[in-house]
């Protein structure tokens, strides 16, 4: 075509250029137009932002106005001026921007508005301040009542530690009473079942069972006894020392047994002395309880209303909090209605408890700080409400803001719409301009290049196919399509260098296959020879496995492998020979072996034999000496039964004796019974006189107690019963006493009868003794031979075990030879070896 042959002369880019320049004039005239577009905009655009930055300040206003009012501070105050100002500001810069008369009036009404808005922020935090304060001196008027409650706490706890103190030391002598009564129940008991014991055995045993009880006896009535009876208290310690003194020396004899007697007839004085001083702490504890009644009335009254007067001052405590968070009139309604409960409280204790300083001066401490405190919340309900409506105000100043911006926004919107739609309209023409002279451009450029570029393509084409004869145009060309033809022409000549290489390549291969095949049958050669070797090593180390040495490697191995061969028999034969040499050696042992085991059977035979007969002598002289032994020991009891009886002769004088004793001491004590018995008849009457007063105390206490009362009646029964049966012992002392004198006489009697039995038991003894002294005699002999006898035959029963030893260690022997030719025996040796090991042990 004429253009293209006009154009071959250009490079590329100086066509892309020619053509694309009225592309980018259109772009130009399009920019322009929207240069002009947007100045139109731009006054419109300015005006409308900084209104909907006004509507945004003034939302983030309204919403710091909220947070001021629930949490106001110095810093949420500064924030909130701080904002309102910015947004004035702003209005103020958007005044300057309109042009329009209306839009200024609505916009100068919005700036006056925003200027009271900050009035009305400086009496919020006027008011804040005011309740802040009132605040702060409710909390403190609370601290003051709190003060006043911890007092009243405090003065009521003392006066009711004061009454119980009283109470508890009542208590603390009828507990000592109780613990000096069981004392001397006790030591009555012990008493009493030491009297019934018969010998000296029951009486020590009898003391040692109840000697724990005394130790912990001892340990609570050092508290118990008063301080004028203390002296009681050490010496009944030093009779428990003494008793168990004696128990220590464990021994069993009438002389203890009498010992025993004296130190526990100790303990009448000392029960009785217990029951004297329970007796006065009980009727000491009876008048301290009787003291109490009133104070103890007075103290529950008075707890009582000091605990209701506590809780109304809780319950103020509680409405007050509830109102410092939400201060209305209902919540101050709740607070009177609290302050009114105390007050009637305060009136009700000082009328119970008017004669105690404290109780008389309350009133006077609280109506103060409640009328403060009332005063106080009534100001803080006004000041809440006010600041409440400040707020409600200030919405609606912020709402009547909001509504005139929104109309000047609109009437901005309306304007901006028109000065778009001119704008639009010049845009459109523009670039429809620029679309159709970029079309033609583009065409023109198509026309230009595709000719050419599509015949360089299919050269392209049929030389990537293998096609080298292709004819190739284009190489005289001055533009970038002629440097593609002429490199073109240039990959053409490679390919045909290509083809030749490739042709040399090809017979170079088959040279070097030629001489791979030479190679391999050479390496077959080498690999057979050494396959061989090794099937011949293989098959002889299988025999080696199977135990079977009788052959070895004969075929000779090629070249460096014969060593190997040669190496293999040289170890096959040394094997052989060491393995015969082992059979020949284990022969050997199984015969020896097997002798020795015949003969150490018939020695462990003879030895059995001996040790049988020596363990009958030694069984027969053993029942000997048995027999004389126990002859010696009937002796030696009959002597000691004598004795025994001789002493129980002495025993039963001296028995005699001191039951003469006792029948006086039985009369003494009897005396002292009739006192420790009307003892019990006044603790009795002092046990019905507590009983009565519980009866009256537990009548006041009403319906709680019943069941006290119950308890009270039971004790008086049982004190009339008590005092009938002390009635009862005395009249039965009074017989016994009559009794022991009769039994005085007869005991007198029947020592008489018992010195005469003494005499004749020691006739007896002494037969006895020398009957016992010939069996002693003839048991030590029989058991020196016995010990010979059995020396012997300890030692004969060694000498059999060290037989049966020998016997199995020989037939251990024996199997272990027998096992060792069987491992032999399981190689294969040739008939060389087996007769070089013949003369070898014939040698040994």
């Known amino acids: 075509m004429f253009i293209d042959r006009i154009l071959a002369r250009f490079k590329i880019q100086t066509k892309v250029i020619l053509f694309v320049a009225p592309f980018v004039a259109g772009i130009t005239i399009v920019g322009a137009t ?5 100045g139109l905009l731009q006054a419109r655009m300015e005006t409308s932002n900084g209104i909907l930055q006004s509507l945004t300040g003034f939302k983030d206003v309204y919403a710091g106005m909220s947070r001021f009012l629930q949490a106001p501070s110095i810093q949420a105050r500064d924030e909130l001026a701080s904002r ?65 409650q911890v007092k009243i706490l405090e003065e009521a706890t003392k006066m009711e530690r004061g009454v119980r103190q009283s109470e508890e030391a009542a208590k603390s002598l009828l507990r000592e009473a109780d613990r000096l009564t069981s004392a001397a129940d006790l030591l009555s008991g012990i008493m009493s079942a030491y009297a019934r014991a018969a010998t000296p055995d029951d009486k020590i045993k009898l003391a040692n069972q109840n000697y724990g009880d005394l130790t912990k006896v001892q340990r609570k009535i050092v508290s118990a006894l008063p301080e004028n009876q203390k002296a009681v208290a050490e010496t009944f310690r030093s009779t428990v020392s003494d008793i168990g003194a004696l128990l220590e020396k464990k021994e069993v004899s009438p002389e203890a047994a009498d010992a025993l007697s004296r130190l526990i007839g100790r303990f009448r004085n000392n029960g009785a002395q217990f029951l004297t001083a329970a007796n006065v702490k009980m009727r000491d504890a009876t008048t301290t309880f009787g003291k109490l009644d009133a104070p103890l009335v007075k103290a529950s009254t008075v707890l009582n209303q000091t605990r209701k007067l506590v809780n109304s001052v809780y319950s103020i405590r509680i409405a007050a909090a509830s109102f410092l968070e939400k201060p209305d009139q209902s919540g101050r309604d709740r607070l009177q ?49 006010k600041r409440h409506n400040q707020f409600v105000a200030a919405g609606q100043e912020i709402d009547i803001i909001w509504s ?3 109309s000047f926004a609109d009437g901005q919107k309306l304007a901006a719409a028109n000065e778009r739609s001119r704008a639009n309209l010049v845009s459109i023409l523009v670039i429809a301009s620029g679309v159709i002279i970029a079309l033609l451009a583009g065409a023109a450029l198509v026309m230009t290049l595709k000719g050419p570029i599509g015949q360089i393509t299919r050269a392209m084409r049929r ?45 170079q291969r088959a040279e070097a296959e ?32 199977q135990g079977d040495l009788s052959e070895t490697i004969t075929t000779p191995f090629h070249g460096r492998l014969e060593q190997l061969r040669q190496d293999f028999n040289g170890s096959l034969q040394r094997l052989q020979d060491t393995l015969a040499q082992i059979r020949a050696n284990a022969l050997a042992i199984q015969t020896s072996g097997n002798e020795m085991h015949g003969s150490a059977d018939a020695l462990s035979k003879r030895t059995e034999a001996q040790a049988a007969s020596l363990e009958q002598t030694a069984a027969a002289v053993d029942e000997i000496t048995v027999t004389v032994r126990s002859s010696a020991a009937r002796a030696a009891e009959a002597h000691d039964a004598v004795e025994e009886t001789r002493r129980n002769a002495d025993n039963s004088a001296t028995v005699v004796a001191n039951a003469i004793a006792a029948m006086g001491r039985i009369e003494t004590a009897s005396g002292q019974i009739q006192q420790i018995i009307e003892v019990i008849d006044e603790i009795a009457f002092q046990t019905n006189l507590l009983a009565l007063n519980a009866g009256i105390e537990a009548a006041r206490a009403g319906e709680a107690g019943k069941g006290f009362a119950v308890v009270a009646q039971e004790v008086r029964e049982l004190a009339q019963r008590s005092a009938g049966a002390a009635k009862e012992i005395k009249e039965l002392i009074g017989k016994s006493t009559a009794e022991v004198g009769i039994g005085a006489r007869l005991v007198q009697e029947t020592g008489a009868v018992l010195s005469g039995i003494s005499q004749q038991i020691v006739t007896v003894n002494h037969h006895v003794e020398s009957i016992a002294t010939a069996s002693r005699d003839q048991a030590a002999a029989l058991n020196e031979v016995n010990g010979s006898v059995n020396h012997m035959d300890q030692m004969t029963q060694q000498n059999a075990s060290m037989v049966e030893l020998t016997t199995a260690a020989s037939r251990t022997l024996a199997e272990q030879a027998d096992a060792l ?14 007769r070089s090991a013949g003369p070898s042990r014939l040698a040994a």
Request: glycine fraction near 8%; charged fraction near 30%; hydrophobic fraction near 45%.
């Open 404 to 406: 005139q911006l929104s």
């Open 84 to 148: 309102l100002s910015a947004q004035q500001d702003l209005l103020k810069q958007t005044l300057a921007t309109v042009d329009d008369a209306q839009s200024r009036a609505g916009l100068q009404g919005a700036i006056d508005d925003s200027g009271k808005i900050a009035g009305r922020i400086g009496d919020l935090w006027t008011l804040y301040e005011g309740e802040t304060s009132l605040r702060a001196s409710m909390t403190s008027s609370l601290g003051n009542l709190l003060g006043v």
């Open 821 to 834: 030719m069987m491992l032999v025996d399981r190689f294969r040796l040739n008939a060389e070896s087996l």
């Open 337 to 385: 209605r609290e302050f009114k409960a105390v007050n009637d409280d305060i009136q009700t204790l000082a009328s119970s408890a008017g004669d105690l300083p404290f109780f008389r001066d309350l009133s006077g401490s609280i109506k103060p700080i409640l009328d403060k405190m009332d005063a106080d919340s009534r100001s803080l309900v006004e000041m809440s409400e």
């Open 514 to 545: 030629a001489e791979r095949a030479r190679n391999d049958a050479e390496k077959r050669l080498v690999d057979s020879q050494i396959e061989f070797a090794v099937g011949a090593l293989a098959e002889g180390l299988g025999r080696l496995a």
């Open 463 to 507: 030389l990537s196919e293998g096609d080298l004869d292709v004819a190739l145009s284009g190489e005289d060309r001055r533009d970038e399509i002629g440097d593609m033809a002429r490199a073109l022409v240039v990959f053409k000549d490679n390919a045909l260098a290509k083809v030749r290489v490739e042709a040399e390549s090809v017979a």
């Open 34 to 38: 929207g240069l002009y577009a947007s």
